[in-house]
C-alpha cells in the first residue's frame, strides 16, 4: 500500500528563520510527487510536482527537491503569510488521477 | 472564471439522516474527484467520475456512500443514515482532461458535522 509521511507535524518559525520541511513516500512507480498549500478553510492549492529524482522547482521563497525516498520543501526567509498546512501527495505508476496524501505540515511563521 | 464551488460549506446532521454535498467543477472541467479528510488524518482518495459515469469508487466505502455526475448539474456525494464516524471535511476535485493529477482544483470543501 502506498505511504506519504511528513514531518514535522507543526513547526514555528521566525519571520526570516530558513527551515525544511519533509516528505517520506513509498508509492509504487512514482510517477509524480506533489505539493500542496492548504489555508484553514480552504481546500488544498497546488503549488509543484516533482517527477525524477534530482529535480527541483522553486517559486518565491519555496523550494522543492525530490530524491528517490523522499522530498523536501525549503522555506528560504519565511513570511508570516507563508504560515499554512503544506501537504506531500504522491501519484503511483499504476494510476494518474489517485494522490496519496500525507498528514501535512502546519507551518507558523511569527512576526 | 469561477473555481470549484461545494455546498454547502458546512452541513450538520443528525445520526441517521442523508447528507448531500455538491460539487460543481471549473467550467470546462468534465472529470471530478472526491476526497475525504478525517480529523487528524490526510485526504483519501474516494471517487472519480465524468459525466454520467463512475471510473473509480476504489476508495468509497462499501455502504450508504453513493455518487453521481449527471448530464446536467452537479456532482453528489450522498451518505446514507449518517454515523458520527461520517464527520469529516469533504472535497472536490476538477480537472480538465482525463486522469489529470497534474491539473487538479480542489474547492473549499464542505465540513460535514454528524451529531
Known sequence: ?111 | NAGVMQNPRHLVRRRGQEARLRCSPMKGHSHVYWYRQLPEEGLKFMVYLQKENIIDESGMPKERFSAEFPKEGPSILRIQQVVRGDSAAYFCASSQTQGGAEELFFGSGTQLSVL
Open chain 1, 1 to 111: 500500500e502506498d505511504q506519504v509521511t511528513q514531518s514535522p507535524e507543526a513547526l514555528r518559525l521566525q519571520e526570516g528563520e530558513s527551515s525544511s520541511l519533509n516528505c517520506s513516500y513509498t508509492v509504487s512507480g512514482l510517477r509524480g510527487l506533489f505539493w500542496y498549500r492548504q489555508d484553514p478553510g480552504k481546500g488544498p492549492e497546488f503549488l509543484f510536482t516533482l517527477y525524477s529524482a534530482g529535480e527541483e522547482k522553486e517559486k518565491e521563497r519555496l523550494k522543492a527537491t525530490l530524491t528517490k525516498k523522499e522530498s523536501f520543501l525549503h522555506i528560504t526567509a519565511p513570511k508570516p503569510e507563508d504560515s499554512a498546512t503544506y501537504l506531500c501527495a504522491g501519484l503511483s505508476g499504476g494510476s494518474n488521477y489517485k494522490l496519496t496524501f500525507g498528514k501535512g505540515t502546519l507551518l507558523t511563521v511569527n512576526p
